[in-house]
């Protein structure tokens, strides 16, 4: 793919150990050295509690989460390498699914992609359930859709959401 047809793209971010709001401001940083990847929007920072498997934990160390516009000139699972690369440098280790992290990248949606295999699945298949993705997300594009669930904003009103706004970053923007 050319510098022509960069595919536009959203990542969630979230970090629940360490100091979490530097974490996320380096990662922005990283992402943006990522070879053919463009920022495009950093939303505003949320907290909210860690939901687990078995539901919220309360007992949990907080969340914070925000998105990030992007466009990429390179493949879906290249661009999953390059945000794994960056999770591992920022200290993530996998012990449970849903576990506590310094560190977590989805890519949210990429384009009109539509893809599963045993690496990736895109659209997020459980974005639409998440306020805190949906809720940075529509902050950061009013219009957000997510192909083949729905407007971001109606999904985003379906749930119960129990965020806090936590922070704006002075990266952040929603139209670059
Ligand atoms: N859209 C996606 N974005 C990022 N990783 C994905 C995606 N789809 C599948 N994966 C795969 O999921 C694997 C496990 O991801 P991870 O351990 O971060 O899951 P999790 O963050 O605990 O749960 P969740 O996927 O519900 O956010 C990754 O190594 C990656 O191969
Ligand atoms: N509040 C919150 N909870 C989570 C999060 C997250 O980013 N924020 N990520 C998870 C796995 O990706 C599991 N649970």
């Given at each position: 793919m050319?510098a022509?047809?960069?595919?536009p793209?959203?990542?969630?971010?979230?970090?629940?150990?360490?100091?979490?709001?530097?974490?996320l401001?380096?990662?922005?940083s990283?992402?943006e050295?990522v070879?053919?990847?463009?920022?495009t929007?950093?939303?505003?920072?949320y907290?909210?509690?860690?939901?687990?498997v078995?539901?919220?934990?309360?007992?949990?160390?907080?969340?914070?989460n925000?998105?990030?516009?992007?466009r990429?000139?390179?493949a879906?699972?290249?661009?999953l390498?390059a945000v794994n690369?960056?999770?591992?440098?920022?200290g993530?280790?996998?012990?449970?699914?849903?576990?506590?992290r310094?560190?977590?990248?989805?890519?949210?949606?990429?384009?009109?992609?539509?893809?599963?295999?045993?690496?990736?699945?895109?659209?997020?298949p459980?974005?639409a359930?998440?306020?805190?993705?949906?809720?940075?997300w529509?902050?950061l594009?009013?219009?957000?859709?997510?192909?083949?669930r729905?407007?971001v904003?109606?999904?985003?009103?379906?749930?119960?959401?129990?965020?806090?706004?936590?922070a704006?970053l002075?990266?952040a923007?929603?139209?670059?």
């Open positions: 050319t022509a047809n960069r595919q793209a959203v990542l969630a971010l979230g970090s629940n150990l360490g100091d979490r709001l530097t974490t401001t380096a990662a922005i990283a992402l050295q070879p053919g990847l463009e920022l929007g950093v939303s505003p920072v907290e909210s509690a860690a939901v687990k078995d539901g919220v934990d309360d007992d949990a160390p907080r969340y914070l925000l998105v990030v516009g992007i990429y000139t390179g879906p699972h290249a661009l390498d690369a960056i999770e591992n440098d920022y993530r280790v996998r012990v449970e699914r849903w576990g506590d310094t560190l977590d990248i989805d890519i949210i949606v990429f384009g009109s992609v539509s893809l599963h295999d045993e690496r990736l699945s895109i659209p997020h459980r974005a359930e998440r306020d805190f993705v949906l809720a940075p529509l902050d594009d009013p219009e957000a859709v997510i192909p083949g729905g407007p904003r109606t999904l985003l009103g379906a749930i119960d959401a129990t965020l806090t706004p936590y704006v002075p990266s923007g929603g139209n670059r």
